[in-house]
């Protein structure tokens, strides 16, 4: 949901997006994005992650619905 807000598109129409822009793998544009996200979130929320790993997901949601209305109030 956040990746489609983050984009200004409701999930589906983020999922007709992504078909266009990345015919060969649907799921490339997400997980780009994300992996940004997560890195972002490592510094932000650092005890959210062990070892480089996410264990709190609940503090990521939280931090990434934070970090999308922020972006989309830009």
Do not use: C
């Amino acid at each position: 949901m956040n990746y489609a807000r983050a984009h200004g598109r409701s999930p589906e129409d983020q999922w007709e997006q992504d078909r266009r822009d990345w015919p060969g793998g649907l799921m490339t544009g997400f997980i780009l994005w994300n992996r940004e996200r997560l890195r972002e979130a490592s510094r932000a929320i650092p005890h959210a992650f062990y070892l480089g790993q996410l264990i709190d997901h609940e503090a990521y949601d939280r931090w990434l619905t934070e970090w999308v209305d922020k972006e989309i109030s830009k």
